[in-house]
């Protein structure tokens, strides 16, 4: 039966192959934005006051980074790690899939919203989806790792004012993420050489985000602690 707390928004039984055809439907990319935008408005009615998505998947680092790679207008072999492990030959062909996938819709026009339904995933329009609504709704982010920063910078390419409300948790051990960041001018809070996904490294974060809102909060400041002369010497 359902399981408590999750909400079963399949859209198919996985997107179609970016090799031949287009990864979504306008109808699925729309769902999937949607999806996104639910969670956020679940979020809210609950008076959340920071929001993190994560992902799930294996093989959704092929589509983050022929997003990215799209969007950045970088070749495959730029932006291709070896996600779940792969090895050096593994890599390779990876990229040369990619690369194939790129070749393949290199006539799509450059907005961010065909890129992402040509190439990305159900999971990566619901993140982009969820980070350009917590901008509407002023709802802090915390953005994960690769996967989650490609969905940040499509929303931000999507809509710009998405990026006032990103928090970047840490960097990647994925090559892509590095760019991925520079585009986005983001400097993440940690480095702890992650690629677990689903939200592991924002959770990391969470404790650092607090310790910095209890000292913002908490700290007196030269007046309340009676402090005289701190511009001397």
Not at 58 to 81: E, K, M, R
Not at 114 to 143: D, K, M
């Amino acid at each position: 039966g359902p399981l408590p707390g999750v909400i079963d928004t399949r859209l198919g039984p996985g997107t179609a192959n970016a090799l031949h055809e287009a990864a979504m439907s306008a109808e699925q990319l729309q769902a999937a934005l949607a999806a996104g935008r639910g969670a956020v408005a679940r979020a809210k009615d609950k008076g959340g006051q920071l929001f993190i998505g994560g992902d799930m998947g294996i093989g959704n680092t092929a589509s983050a980074t022929a997003c990215a790679c799209a969007l950045l207008d970088l070749p495959a072999a730029a932006l291709t790690g070896p996600g779940t492990g792969l090895d050096a030959a593994g890599v390779a062909r990876k990229a040369a899939l990619i690369q194939q996938a790129l070749d393949r819709h290199r006539e799509t026009p450059g907005e961010a919203l065909e890129i992402l339904r040509r190439l990305g995933g159900f999971e990566i329009a619901a993140l982009a989806g969820s980070y350009i609504a917590c901008a509407q709704h002023r709802l802090p982010v915390l953005v994960d790792g690769f996967i989650t920063s490609a969905s940040a910078l499509l929303a931000v390419r999507i809509q710009p004012g998405t990026r006032d409300w990103l928090l970047f948790c840490h960097h990647s051990a994925e090559p892509g993420h590095a760019r991925i960041l520079e585009a986005l001018d983001a400097e993440p809070l940690l480095d702890l050489d992650l690629r677990l996904g689903e939200g592991s490294g924002a959770a990391a974060a969470v404790p650092l985000l607090r310790l910095a809102c209890a000292l913002h909060n908490g700290m007196a400041t030269f007046a309340d602690a009676g402090v005289s002369e701190r511009d001397a010497g």
